[in-house]
């Protein structure tokens, strides 16, 4: 870990500010993967922005019937809140099936978001990896990829994103808020916000420099049954192999997001018109264009089945 | 203490103390965060300056340069060790690779400096700034590859598993051919980690020749060799200090690069420096279980008498390494005229093999019992009873060699009767509990008793205080207490009058941590130590050794009784003795027992993998301490679902290396992933093992429950899958087709 | 960007040349360190003042000080451990204001005035906390390597029980969850215990969580 500076910023202006008078400058909140990166020198920040006195720890309802959460709001606070509880269970399911009880106490809204990939060539700083170090190569092409991407991937990365959270965020339509150092602010719909990796793996997300999150907003609630399953080896604490965040209606038609296959959350809203077709037919179209690996290439029925077990239950 | 006949009646079968479940006596220092760890001893070394470790990023070749300026020119640093100015250092005997890599470079994160600096942040900042170029050699690393020309190999584990490169009773190829009923199958294990929780951890301090290591091992004698052996430096130089190990389970065995690299950074600085290995850097500089390949023949009567067994199994090492002994038990487990096992050893270039808990049983037996499950549903036989048809009371191989114990028939009848086994159905993948498929398995736990000397030295003072001194360590096995517990038996004290010093190399030398040969031995040198100390006692009390009586804090014998206290007024009283061993262990097979039961239900719409209930039933001579004893077995069942069900070092082949280096990639079981769990441990003394005739219990645990977990899954999906860990994707496609 | 296959063996052939090595599609970055030169900035201290178990500290730390290094290396408070470093284990778990969190990921001059409880404040071996009586009855440990961290976490859990934090394993979001053998499981399975005391664990959770409830 490279020596950085550190300061304690009191609004989001001031934070931009910070940012963009600080080159090499990072936000910290919970900090609970920034600064395991940056024990590894995957991160290496000169300066540290902490943003942790802004207020944007708030849950508050929106205008239009929804629920505007605030950057700062912890996983379990956000997993917690009766609101979220009643009224958007797959965001609670999915949070709470992330990570551990203390992660959860640390880890934010907007961090959650900004959390990069577990694939362990990007953890490991004697492999080529494009998005470490772009440009380098990708060594979990040929290599260890049970848990990597099925989906959306480039010849550059087959990286996953590890959220439970946003796969949730995903499926509701969610929409991020942000402020740029100049002041503007803009609402970006989640569908947005990550990025495939092409041949920029780097990016993880659509966010410029030093722009910060402020909220997370959700559309007013849909009703539903709330569905999230996470799939996995062990049965706490580890990354999903697949995950499906669903909210199904009582006439079977419904949302289906899926975690664990792709370098964002991965939603194709044209395969839900066969939700009542049951998973096969959903499973199909959302899957369509899947480039597994010969290490992965389970993820693929997996998916289906698991989306089955929700539908199963939705069944009752 | 010489012990070469079966022990007598002696002052331990009193069972005043021994044998009751008590709370461990270090309790209260570990659960209040006052146990001093190696990496934690402020007290020691204040001014202690932080080593960094710097791992090779290739797994073979060489170093062609490595720049060091700007390491040094780091704020805070004081030092930095290579191999290029380490000065001459030898290779310990028990290491296969050298633990300080360069110019040659024999696995991945081999060590190949250590930067020292005033403080932690800024070691780990400078040994980023080292830099190595490399040329990279080809490297073996495909065991399935190699395997095909891997030659023959013996190896003793020097923990009680070994087997000669072939070895042949009977006429297996016969048997084999003229069997009724005979399966061929072949198991995979992967290679493992043992993941303890402690990282490998030292602080180094040099007084002029003489270095101290307070540091985090399993067998202080053998480390001090070691460290002699690899510094160049006499042994009495060394001293190991190691009261409290934070898990070892083999991996805390040896030297190891915590220990080497503080001792040179510590040189070249000229102060005590502290070193852990970071998390990341372990899986790949320490060493691991090795894969295996194992192919079993059985061959049957159909009335179920096994009458061929062949076990031969493949696995790899790193050059000058030795095999995993995975066929060990298969010598000795099941009755059978004709036999069969080998192994062989392929070149790797994979990190260094090695020792993990239960080394040779606990992969051997999660295939061996496989096979066993197999058999017994070829044969239309239930897998509880083809194991008692087929129990023997003798060595197979050696008929004249009895068992001292063996009690296996009982561990499974008892077992199946607590674990309501009558309930399961025979035919696979037919319960179901709503959306889970049930099912439950069966398998036997073997693993050998094996006799060490061990050596302690017991103190009496004018309190009535009883010390027991010896470098015996206790990994999390319980060693504080059942040494305790022995003095206190031996001498006629109360436990709370008994204070234990352990894993200093300063006192004597003791069986140490390995092997499940700890407890019998370390406890047994405790007896013979007490031994004398009472005959001290009596001598300066007036009274005659052999009928004095040692109860209540006092020494008895006839109506007279005195303090046991007085007998050391005058001066402290000190006895130092050992246990040593005739030929009981060549005459008799020691060996422990387990009956192990297990229920897993599989989801059968994603293939998920949940066990349900655990029972080990365990014969394993007289139990020391219940409660610390029922502990060690809880923990192997625990390694052993991990092994069965998530536990793999995922190998590069390309590269060389094991990716998912470190807790998160490599998973090992969870608190939601471990139900409640049984032990039961049959009524056993066996006067062979020891005058304490007791036996090991802490592999016990983990041999043979892989293949109880595999079994229930098996019975509970009707798919078999026989290349461990048994994850979901292995079965989802043979799994019932969903609605 | 140039297809990254074509790049890769490019770099190959320029770096390893004839060396051998079959079927690799990409080259560590290792083989070509060629990194700038760089003179390394001094680290950069800053005052913290915190409360550790009652008492006040004051403390001049490099930033990159975490909060578990600052407990264990400049306050001599070793109960709490560094399993991994990297929020692996939970081996690091302390209590800041009321919540447990890995002190490994928390940078010690982030926790300006917070009240800290690590294993040493909850109880002495003289005075265990029932917590830590109950882990000893029930032999809820073995090497003891990551009991401080299981036992602060233990504390924790029935806390956010009380509170109504839910869980994975809570059927109903509405309700209220209970402390029982499942909840308790999934709660503490951010703490790793290795020697595989779980099944112990559980049980002195239980009975603490059962003491409470008839208190």
Same mark, same amino acid.
């Given at each position: 870990?490279?020596?950085?500076?550190?300061?304690?910023?009191?609004?989001?202006?001031?934070?931009?500010?910070?940012?963009?008078?600080?080159?090499?400058?990072?936000?910290?909140?919970?900090?609970?993967?920034?600064?395991?990166?940056?024990?590894?020198?995957?991160?290496?920040?000169?300066?540290?922005?902490?943003?942790?006195?802004?207020?944007?720890?708030?849950?508050?309802?929106?205008?239009?019937?929804?629920?505007?959460?605030?950057?700062?709001?912890?996983?379990?606070?956000?997993?917690?809140?009766?609101?979220?509880?009643?009224?958007?269970?797959?965001?609670?399911?999915?949070?709470?099936?992330?990570?551990?009880?203390?992660?959860?106490?640390?880890?934010?809204?907007?961090?959650?978001?900004?959390?990069?990939?577990?694939?362990?060539?990007?953890?490991?700083?004697?492999?080529?990896?494009?998005?470490?170090?772009?440009?380098?190569?990708?060594?979990?092409?040929?290599?260890?990829?049970?848990?990597?991407?099925?989906?959306?991937?480039?010849?550059?990365?087959?990286?996953?994103?590890?959220?439970?959270?946003?796969?949730?965020?995903?499926?509701?339509?969610?929409?991020?808020?942000?402020?740029?150092?100049?002041?503007?602010?803009?609402?970006?719909?989640?569908?947005?916000?990550?990025?495939?990796?092409?041949?920029?793996?780097?990016?993880?997300?659509?966010?410029?420099?030093?722009?910060?999150?402020?909220?997370?907003?959700?559309?007013?609630?849909?009703?539903?049954?709330?569905?999230?399953?996470?799939?996995?080896?062990?049965?706490?604490?580890?990354?999903?192999?697949?995950?499906?965040?669903?909210?199904?209606?009582?006439?079977?038609?419904?949302?289906?997001?899926?975690?664990?296959?792709?370098?964002?959350?991965?939603?194709?809203?044209?395969?839900?018109?066969?939700?009542?077709?049951?998973?096969?037919?959903?499973?199909?179209?959302?899957?369509?264009?899947?480039?597994?690996?010969?290490?992965?290439?389970?993820?693929?029925?997996?998916?289906?089945?698991?989306?089955?077990?929700?539908?199963?239950?939705?069944?009752? | 203490?010489?012990?070469?006949?079966?022990?007598?009646?002696?002052?331990?079968?009193?069972?005043?103390?021994?044998?009751?479940?008590?709370?461990?006596?270090?309790?209260?220092?570990?659960?209040?965060?006052?146990?001093?760890?190696?990496? +934690?001893?402020?007290?020691? $070394?204040?001014? !202690? @300056?932080?080593?960094?470790? /710097?791992?090779?990023?290739? =797994?073979? %070749? &060489?170093?062609?340069?490595?720049?060091?300026?700007?390491?040094?020119?780091?704020?805070?640093?004081?030092?930095?060790?290579?191999?290029?100015?380490?000065?001459?250092?030898?290779?310990?005997?028990?290491?296969?690779?050298?633990?300080?890599?360069?110019?040659?470079?024999?696995?991945?994160?081999?060590?190949?400096?250590?930067?020292?600096? +005033?403080?932690?942040?800024? $070691?780990?900042? !400078? @040994?980023?700034?080292?830099? /190595?170029?490399?040329?990279? =050699?080809? %490297? &073996?690393?495909?065991?399935?590859?190699?395997?095909?020309?891997?030659?023959?190999?013996?190896?003793?584990?020097?923990?009680?598993?070994?087997?000669?490169?072939?070895?042949?009773?009977?006429?297996?190829?016969?048997?084999?051919?003229?069997?009724?009923?005979?399966?061929?199958?072949?198991?995979?294990?992967?290679?493992?980690?043992?993941?303890?929780?402690?990282?490998? $951890?030292?602080? !180094? @301090?040099?007084?002029?020749?003489?270095?101290?290591?307070?540091?985090?091992?399993?067998?202080?004698?053998?480390?001090?060799?070691?460290?002699?052996?690899?510094?160049?430096?006499?042994?009495?130089?060394?001293?190991?200090?190691?009261?409290?190990?934070?898990?070892?389970?083999?991996?805390?065995?040896?030297?190891?690069?915590?220990?080497?690299?503080?001792?040179?950074?510590?040189?070249?600085?000229?102060?005590?420096?502290?070193?852990?290995?970071?998390?990341?850097?372990? @899986?790949?500089?320490?060493?691991?279980?090795?894969?295996?390949?194992?192919?079993?023949?059985?061959?049957?009567?159909?009335?179920?008498?096994?009458?061929?067994?062949?076990?031969?199994?493949?696995?790899?090492?790193?050059?000058?390494?030795?095999?995993?002994?995975?066929?060990?038990?298969?010598?000795?487990?099941?009755?059978?005229?004709?036999?069969?096992?080998?192994?062989?050893?392929?070149?790797?270039?994979?990190?260094?093999?090695?020792?993990?808990?239960?080394?040779?049983?606990?992969?051997?037996?999660?295939?061996?019992?496989?096979?066993?499950?197999?058999?017994?549903?070829?044969?239309?036989?239930?897998?509880?009873?083809?194991?008692?048809?087929?129990?023997?009371?003798?060595?197979?191989?050696?008929?004249?060699?009895?068992?001292?114990?063996?009690?296996?028939?009982?561990?499974?009848?008892?077992?199946?009767?607590?674990?309501?086994?009558?309930?399961?159905?025979?035919?696979?993948?037919?319960?179901?509990?709503?959306?889970?498929?049930?099912?439950?398995?069966v398998a036997a736990g073997f693993r050998n008793n094996l006799l060490m000397k061990s050596a302690a030295r017991v103190r009496l003072d004018g309190r009535g205080v009883v010390t027991v001194e010896t470098d015996m360590t206790?990994?999390?096995?319980?060693?504080?207490?059942?040494?305790?517990?022995?003095?206190?038996?031996?001498?006629?004290?109360?436990l709370d009058r008994v204070v234990v010093r352990l894993g200093d190399s300063d006192m004597p030398v003791s069986a140490g941590s390995g092997g499940q040969w700890g407890a019998n031995n370390s406890t047994a040198g405790v007896?013979?130590?007490?031994?004398?100390?009472?005959?001290?006692?009596?001598?300066?009390?007036?009274?005659?050794?052999?009928?004095?009586?040692?109860?209540?804090?006092?020494?008895?014998?006839?109506?007279?009784?005195?303090?046991?206290?007085?007998?050391?007024?005058?001066?402290?009283?000190?006895?130092?003795?050992?246990?040593?061993?005739?030929?009981?262990?060549?005459?008799?097979?020691?060996?422990?027992?387990?009956?192990?039961?297990?229920?897993?239900?599989?989801?059968?719409?994603?293939?998920?993998?949940?066990?349900?209930?655990?029972?080990?039933?365990?014969?394993?001579?007289?139990?020391?301490?219940?409660?610390?004893?029922?502990?060690?077995?809880?923990?192997?069942?625990?390694?052993?679902?991990?092994?069965?069900?998530?536990?793999?070092?995922?190998?590069?082949?390309?590269?060389?290396?094991?990716?998912?280096?470190?807790?998160?990639?490599?998973?090992?079981?969870?608190?939601?992933?471990?139900?409640?769990?049984?032990?039961?441990?049959?009524?056993?003394?066996?006067?062979?093992?020891?005058?304490?005739?007791?036996?090991?219990?802490?592999?016990?645990?983990?041999?043979?429950?892989?293949?109880?977990?595999?079994?229930?899954?098996?019975?509970?999906?009707?798919?078999?899958?026989?290349?461990?860990?048994?994850?979901?994707?292995?079965?989802?496609?043979?799994?019932?087709?969903?609605? | 960007m140039p297809d990254a296959g074509e790049l890769e063996l490019s770099r190959r052939d320029l770096l390893i040349g004839g060396a051998a090595s079959a079927a690799v599609t990409a080259v560590p970055a290792a083989e070509a360190?060629?990194?700038?030169?760089?003179?390394?900035?001094?680290?950069?201290?800053?005052?913290?003042?915190?409360?550790?178990?009652?008492?006040?500290?004051?403390?001049?730390?490099?930033?990159?000080?975490?909060?578990?290094?600052?407990?264990?290396?400049?306050?001599?408070?070793?109960?709490?451990?560094?399993?991994?470093?990297?929020?692996?284990?939970?081996?690091?778990?302390?209590?800041?204001?009321?919540?447990?969190?890995?002190?490994?990921?928390?940078?010690?001059?982030?926790?300006?005035?917070?009240?800290?409880?690590?294993?040493?404040?909850?109880?002495?071996?003289?005075?265990?906390?029932?917590?830590?009586?109950?882990?000893?009855?029930?032999?809820?440990?073995?090497?003891?390597?990551?009991?401080?961290?299981?036992?602060?976490?233990?504390?924790?859990?029935?806390?956010?029980?009380?509170?109504?934090?839910?869980?994975?394993?809570?059927?109903?979001?509405?309700?209220?969850?209970?402390?029982?053998?499942?909840?308790?499981?999934?709660?503490?399975?951010?703490?790793?215990?290795?020697?595989?005391?779980?099944?112990?664990?559980?049980?002195?959770?239980?009975?603490?969580?059962?003491?409470?409830?008839?208190?």
């Amino acid at each position: 870990m490279k020596p950085f500076t550190y300061e304690r910023v009191n609004s989001p202006g001031q934070a931009a500010q910070a940012a963009a008078r600080t080159p090499g400058s990072k936000f910290i909140a919970g900090g609970t993967n920034l600064l395991d990166l940056m024990k590894l020198q995957i991160e290496a920040p000169r300066h540290l922005i902490d943003v942790n006195d802004l207020g944007l720890d708030k849950i508050e309802k929106t205008g239009d019937g929804g629920l505007r959460i605030g950057a700062l709001v912890s996983n379990t606070d956000l997993a917690a809140d009766k609101r979220v509880r009643k009224d958007y269970a797959v965001l609670s399911r999915a949070l709470l099936a992330g990570a551990s009880g203390q992660l959860r106490n640390k880890a934010t809204t907007a961090g959650n978001l900004l959390q990069r990939t577990r694939c362990p060539y990007f953890y490991d700083t004697n492999q080529p990896c494009n998005k470490r170090s772009p440009g380098s190569g990708c060594a979990a092409i040929g290599g260890y990829s049970r848990q990597l991407a099925v989906i959306g991937s480039s010849d550059a990365c087959i990286a996953t994103h590890p959220s439970d959270m946003a796969v949730a965020m995903r499926v509701l339509d969610a929409t991020v808020e942000t402020v740029n150092p100049a002041g503007a602010t803009r609402g970006i719909p989640i569908a947005q916000f990550h990025r495939l990796p092409g041949d920029t793996p780097h990016l993880d997300t659509v966010l410029g420099r030093g722009e910060l999150i402020t909220a997370v907003t959700l559309p007013k609630p849909i009703g539903g049954q709330h569905f999230y399953h996470k799939t996995r080896d062990r049965a706490s604490y580890a990354f999903a192999l697949v995950s499906v965040a669903a909210v199904i209606q009582k006439d079977g038609s419904g949302r289906v997001a899926i975690g664990g296959v792709a370098h964002k959350p991965w939603r194709v809203e044209a395969a839900e018109a066969n939700m009542k077709q049951g998973a096969k037919a959903v499973t199909g179209t959302l899957l369509a264009g899947a480039r597994p690996t010969q290490d992965n290439s389970f993820k693929l029925p997996l998916v289906e089945r698991t989306l089955a077990s929700v539908m199963h239950e939705a069944r009752g | 203490m010489k012990f070469d006949t079966p022990a007598g009646t002696n002052p331990i079968d009193q069972l005043k103390v021994i044998g009751k479940p008590t709370d461990r006596i270090d309790g209260p220092l570990k659960t209040t965060g006052r146990a001093p760890y190696a990496y +934690e001893r402020h007290d020691v $070394a204040p001014n !202690a @300056a932080y080593g960094y470790v /710097v791992g090779a990023a290739i =797994a073979k %070749g &060489r170093i062609k340069s490595m720049d060091l300026r700007d390491a040094k020119a780091a704020p805070g640093v004081l030092a930095i060790v290579t191999a290029e100015n380490a000065g001459k250092l030898g290779k310990g005997s028990m290491n296969t690779a050298k633990l300080l890599g360069g110019p040659d470079i024999e696995h991945y994160h081999q060590a190949v400096a250590v930067v020292v600096a +005033e403080t932690f942040e800024q $070691a780990r900042a !400078a @040994a980023q700034l080292v830099r /190595v170029d490399y040329v990279r =050699a080809q %490297g &073996r690393f495909d065991l399935a590859e190699e395997a095909k020309r891997a030659p023959l190999d013996g190896e003793n584990s020097g923990e009680g598993s070994a087997a000669p490169p072939i070895d042949r009773t009977g006429n297996f190829e016969g048997a084999f051919k003229a069997a009724p009923v005979t399966l061929d199958a072949t198991y995979t294990t992967p290679d493992h980690s043992h993941a303890m929780m402690e990282p490998h $951890a030292t602080i !180094a @301090a040099w007084d002029g020749e003489k270095v101290t290591l307070w540091t985090s091992n399993q067998m202080i004698a053998w480390g001090k060799n070691e460290v002699a052996k690899t510094l160049g430096i006499s042994k009495e130089n060394v001293r190991l200090d190691s009261p409290y190990v934070g898990g070892g389970f083999g991996g805390k065995l040896f030297l190891r690069a915590d220990a080497l690299m503080a001792a040179l950074g510590a040189r070249a600085a000229g102060r005590p420096v502290k070193v852990t290995l970071q998390r990341p850097l372990i @899986a790949n500089n320490t060493t691991h279980r090795p894969a295996t390949i194992q192919r079993i023949r059985l061959g049957a009567t159909p009335d179920g008498r096994l009458t061929a067994i062949a076990h031969e199994s493949t696995s790899g090492d790193l050059p000058g390494g030795g095999p995993e002994t995975a066929v060990s038990q298969t010598r000795l487990l099941y009755a059978g005229e004709n036999r069969l096992t080998a192994m062989r050893l392929a070149v790797l270039d994979l990190p260094e093999g090695n020792a993990m808990r239960a080394p040779g049983e606990a992969p051997g037996m999660m295939a061996l019992e496989v096979a066993m499950d197999e058999m017994a549903e070829k044969l239309g036989m239930d897998p509880v009873e083809f194991r008692i048809v087929n129990d023997t009371q003798v060595d197979p191989e050696k008929p004249e060699r009895k068992y001292s114990q063996r009690q296996l028939n009982e561990c499974l009848r008892i077992g199946a009767e607590r674990f309501g086994w009558a309930r399961r159905n025979p035919k696979s993948g037919q319960v179901r509990n709503g959306r889970w498929l049930v099912g439950m398995g069966v398998a036997a736990g073997f693993r050998n008793n094996l006799l060490m000397k061990s050596a302690a030295r017991v103190r009496l003072d004018g309190r009535g205080v009883v010390t027991v001194e010896t470098d015996m360590t206790d990994i999390g096995t319980g060693s504080y207490t059942i040494l305790a517990q022995t003095a206190a038996e031996m001498m006629g004290v109360p436990l709370d009058r008994v204070v234990v010093r352990l894993g200093d190399s300063d006192m004597p030398v003791s069986a140490g941590s390995g092997g499940q040969w700890g407890a019998n031995n370390s406890t047994a040198g405790v007896y013979a130590a007490c031994v004398k100390l009472r005959e001290q006692v009596a001598v300066k009390l007036g009274f005659n050794s052999a009928d004095a009586a040692f109860a209540d804090g006092e020494v008895r014998s006839g109506n007279r009784h005195a303090k046991l206290a007085d007998a050391a007024k005058g001066s402290e009283l000190v006895a130092e003795d050992s246990i040593e061993y005739g030929d009981l262990g060549k005459k008799y097979q020691q060996s422990t027992f387990a009956g192990h039961f297990v229920e897993a239900a599989v989801d059968s719409f994603t293939g998920e993998i949940r066990v349900r209930r655990m029972l080990a039933v365990c014969a394993a001579g007289r139990i020391l301490n219940p409660k610390s004893a029922r502990s060690q077995v809880i923990g192997g069942m625990t390694m052993g679902l991990g092994a069965a069900l998530m536990e793999e070092l995922a190998v590069d082949k390309r590269f060389g290396f094991f990716v998912n280096h470190d807790l998160a990639g490599y998973e090992v079981p969870v608190h939601a992933d471990i139900p409640h769990q049984e032990v039961i441990f049959l009524d056993e003394v066996d006067p062979v093992s020891s005058p304490m005739k007791a036996k090991g219990v802490g592999e016990l645990g983990i041999c043979g429950v892989g293949g109880a977990v595999a079994n229930a899954i098996y019975n509970a999906t009707g798919v078999r899958v026989r290349d461990y860990p048994i994850t979901l994707d292995k079965h989802l496609a043979r799994l019932p087709a969903i609605a | 960007m140039p297809d990254a296959g074509e790049l890769e063996l490019s770099r190959r052939d320029l770096l390893i040349g004839g060396a051998a090595s079959a079927a690799v599609t990409a080259v560590p970055a290792a083989e070509a360190q060629t990194m700038p030169l760089v003179t390394e900035d001094q680290p950069s201290m800053m005052a913290v003042s915190f409360e550790v178990n009652g008492r006040a500290q004051q403390l001049e730390l490099d930033t990159r000080t975490t909060l578990l290094d600052a407990l264990r290396e400049h306050l001599h408070l070793t109960g709490s451990k560094k399993g991994c470093d990297h929020g692996q284990c939970g081996a690091c778990t302390v209590i800041v204001d009321g919540r447990r969190i890995n002190s490994c990921l928390s940078l010690a001059v982030m926790h300006q005035g917070d009240r800290i409880t690590t294993i040493e404040g909850l109880g002495t071996p003289d005075k265990l906390h029932p917590m830590q009586a109950a882990f000893v009855k029930h032999d809820g440990y073995q090497c003891g390597y990551c009991t401080p961290g299981q036992i602060c976490s233990a504390v924790a859990v029935l806390d956010e029980i009380k509170a109504g934090i839910p869980s994975h394993v809570t059927q109903d979001l509405d309700g209220k969850p209970q402390a029982s053998n499942l909840e308790v499981r999934e709660r503490m399975s951010g703490n790793i215990c290795r020697c595989g005391a779980y099944s112990n664990i559980a049980e002195a959770i239980a009975e603490v969580a059962a003491g409470r409830k008839k208190a």
